[in-house]
């Protein structure tokens, strides 16, 4: 098989592995907003949301100063 075609087919099979994990559940949280991997990360490292503790995909209703149980917003630590 030539390089070029090996090349391909790898790219091909990384790609659907990237598509099928992305697709993959995460989490769903306190509030019952469902996530996969994709949109999980997406929310995570978005400027925009952090303190959005509502819609967090880490929100498991915990009282600690986050509902996610952490003393930072995991939004405001992930977009760092």
């Not at 907003?33 to 925009?48: H, K, M, W």
């Not at 929100?59 to 100063?65: K, L, V, Y």
């Amino acid at each position: 098989m030539e390089k070029s075609k090996i090349r391909e087919d790898y790219e091909k099979r990384t790609k659907e592995m990237i598509e099928k994990r992305e697709s993959a559940h995460y989490a769903t949280n306190a509030n019952g907003f469902s996530y996969t991997i994709g949109e999980a990360n997406r929310f995570l490292f978005n400027p925009d949301n952090v303190e959005q503790c509502f819609k967090c995909p880490e929100n498991s209703d915990s009282s600690s100063d986050y509902p996610c149980g952490q003393n930072r917003c995991w939004v405001e630590t992930c977009c760092k």
